[in-house]
């Protein structure tokens, strides 16, 4: 790319911009032709989308120190972006600015297995670490359905789930430490390989912050024993409704699975047809269940879960026994359900995948809401979602090229999202706020909350010039008002 | 009491504070009488003191929220205090002021099995919610050394572990949310019933940050799964090095056991005195070594485990295998470990009970290490400790009364943790820094990392009124100018 790339209006201030840019990280690492810019306009939210004026690729920490000098000395935003598989826009340049894009910091730092953490640098993708650890015994726990493609920052800005959440928890119950650059460009060790610290846990703090703290630019993470076997079993039902009763019943019986995942009807054709698994296609819902750890237990917990499926009307298709989570007919089922959302881009040109919660017992309610939704707004959705946190996935299926059907997916997104509040749930298991839902935090939280949110923030990125209007809106007077730093001292 | 009581110099100051607060909370829960203040002077750690101006005993969060307000409008400082076990300082009134006693907000308001959580006020004492829990399936995992005593609240401003750490986490993988009054007197909920959370995670900041950020006035506790039965056993070793390094076996094994305790020669002679538990009074030391889960590996598990003990030349004295932790060979095994600093207030006049982690290969290493400190301060160590963990609780013995003895228990402490630190672990496991320990903060952390701490500390208590001179330093302009927020702005 050549310095005669096409530039903004104001010609000169953006090319001393990008010279300063360019004299950081070199001409071989930054964007700024508009073709080339454009695939950084959204990530996997699609219905918001902002160009950048350039995209720097950094190589060190010291590349992303002097970027966020040069941001700050000429005053423009920076938000920092993995591999875009962000549901949410959490990686949309809203005011434009620099986007820092770190998925050329990659490397694998350190394992060790003794110890159980490894070290990566923030654009290494959740599934190399995960290729990296075969055999050593451990694992790193959080597996988005992304994995394949996501990258370990990204998991870390917006506290990333999966289907093993289950059991195992976020990715903050996962992350010992970060390396962080500030919004002022001082770097900052948060945290470290020993599993606790004194001090103000800070790396909590930073673990789903969605990058408005600053740019991460090494992560500690936690590694967890490899079970020594497990079981996981295709349950498949006439309906969503039967399919989680059996998911309340499995938890009720005192089974703590792995994994408890749904796909409805669309969802099993969908993705019969793209992958061939053998998913019984009438079936009405079918649920993936898993349960490992000590090899004696698997057994029977197996037929607890059989008998829970026997008692709401489902049969159990197809039981594997495993002892890895390497052998091929584990590995297929889990691709089945990962590549999902892939199986959907084959039958419909636009989805939106959204992302609620309700408590597990209200399952049944909001999907008989989102059938309403579906049919008031003339909008299809397919569901698959982490049954056994409540946490759902609708995917409403569109055509991003029609206004209306734009219009009608927001408006059918919002009123499910304001139901699973009223169901006593939240706006977001995993995917984070990002631009999308800033919108319904006021709905979630008190000003009184959401001012303590605003003045940790601000102690940190005082400007707003890090992701800006990202989780919080940025700079509003009325919670920098209402902030209880500015309150106490007023 | 009544309103003539022994008053501080500015008499007429002191008195309008004094009627402000008894119209608050009314006379029968204020205490300003100095031999009544007295009890206040320090907590478990006794090696400073100092009398507070007046101790409040609110009933409620209103009470709070208004004793904040007069503190404010009279510009005093306050400090929370639970049941005074902190063995860090952490409740020490470093200058002055009120203290908020909150052992009469002492109520479980909710019990939710289903749910698997609880809300407690944060004067209720550790066990008795252990206690309200029987029969219920579950129980709240934190179980400090001081449970019988130790109040949740103080759990959480600690972030206090226990023997079961090593299997379940220390108190923040159990508190899912808290209702907080900041030092504004403003009420901020801070998390929730739910399990995750849209938003900052200041739960996660809130818990340890031993009274900085505010006075929590409610604790959403998550209660934990009983486990089908578990075995205890109890093994006995010629010295503390073979105990030790059979810690290390245990792990290297792949057995993840629930607790994992050492006491040495010392500690066991000082246990057996005062409880006559059995314990063999020759052996250079004793574990208590316990796994839990599903039933049917638990035989297999502590199969294990005996032949680790053998293999390091220790045996396995006792052996109980347990279907719950309510049956009498079970507490009264555990009743002993947990008494062990009462056992020692039979043999020294003081203590000092110290609190450092180590990588836990480093085992061996700080014991020698203290062996020699031993030797040259002329102090006698007991050792009782998280061995799982790497957390060590030297317990220092000696004679307040005498300044000579008091000076080498300081420098003693001092060189242990420094120790600590040198071979990659920290000063504070899970007592907390408190005002015992501030001065090592530097020596874990650099000016950068202090100053991201002291930005998030002042947004919610810029004025430093709430709990001064605790865990970072209140206040000192070369941390405040250094903070990352004035930094950026400036």
Same mark, same amino acid.
Request: glycine letters at 18%.
């Given at each position: 790319m050549s310095a005669t790339a096409a530039q903004p209006a104001t010609a000169s201030t953006a090319s001393r911009l990008l010279a300063d840019?360019?004299?950081?990280? @070199? =001409?071989e690492n930054i964007l700024n032709h508009h073709d080339e810019l454009l695939v950084y306009e959204c990530d996997g939210y699609v219905i918001e989308k902002k160009v950048p004026d350039v995209v720097v690729f950094p190589t060190s920490t010291e590349h992303v120190v002097a970027i966020v000098k040069v941001c700050n000395a000429h005053d423009v935003p920076f938000v920092p972006r993995g591999a875009g598989t962000s549901l949410a826009g959490g990686t949309l340049p809203v005011g434009g600015g620099v986007m820092i894009c770190l998925t050329r910091m990659k490397r694998i730092l350190e394992i060790n297995a003794r110890d159980r953490y490894a070290i990566v640098e923030p654009g290494a993708v959740n599934v190399w670490l995960t290729r990296a650890l075969a055999g050593t015994g451990v694992h790193f726990a959080p597996d988005p359905s992304s994995q394949t493609a996501c990258t370990i920052g990204g998991n870390v800005a917006t506290n990333?789930? @999966? =289907?093993?959440?289950?059991?195992?928890?976020v990715t903050v119950n996962h992350v010992r430490g970060v390396e962080i650059v500030l919004p002022d460009a001082s770097v900052v060790q948060i945290g470290g390989v020993a599993e606790d610290d004194p001090g103000y846990?800070?790396?909590g703090l930073v673990v789903?912050?969605?990058?408005?703290f600053g740019i991460v630019t090494k992560v500690?993470?936690?590694?967890?024993?490899?079970p020594e076997g497990g079981r996981t079993?295709?349950?498949?039902?006439?309906s969503v409704e039967s399919a989680t009763e059996a998911v309340s019943g499995i938890i009720a019986a005192g089974i703590v699975p792995a994994a408890l995942e749904m796909l409805d009807n669309i969802m099993v054709r969908a993705v019969e047809d793209a992958f061939h698994f053998g998913f019984p296609v009438e079936a009405g819902a079918v649920l993936i269940m898993e349960v490992d750890g000590v090899e004696a237990a698997m057994d029977r917990e197996a037929q607890a879960i059989t008998e829970v499926v026997h008692a709401h009307g489902g049969k159990v298709d197809k039981a594997i026994a495993w002892r890895t989570r390497k052998e091929p007919e584990y590995m297929a089922i889990w691709k089945s359900r990962k590549s999902a959302f892939g199986a959907i881009g084959r039958v419909s040109p636009t989805f939106c995948t959204q992302d609620g919660v309700v408590p597990r017992t209200m399952l049944p309610n909001i999907l008989r809401f989102m059938e309403g939704v579906s049919k008031r707004y003339?909008?299809?959705?397919?569901?698959v979602f982490h049954a056994g946190d409540g946490n759902i996935h609708p995917i409403l299926m569109f055509d991003e090229r029609d206004p209306d059907q734009v219009k009608r997916v927001l408006e059918a997104s919002h009123e499910i999202l304001e139901e699973c509040i009223r169901l006593g749930g939240s706006v977001t298991g995993e995917h984070g706020i990002g631009v999308e839902k800033m919108a319904m935090m006021p709905k979630l939280f008190t000003p009184d909350d959401l001012a303590a949110m605003a003045a940790v923030r601000d102690a940190f990125n005082p400007d707003g010039r890090c992701s800006p209007s990202k989780l919080l809106p940025t700079g509003g007077h009325c919670i920098e008002r209402a902030s209880p730093g500015r309150r106490a001292s007023a």
């Open positions: 840019l360019r004299a950081v990280v @070199g =001409p990333a789930g @999966g =289907p093993h959440t289950l059991k195992y928890g846990d800070l790396t789903g912050s969605e990058g408005t500690i993470v936690g590694l967890t024993r490899n079993l295709l349950g498949v039902f006439d003339d909008i299809r959705i397919a569901n």
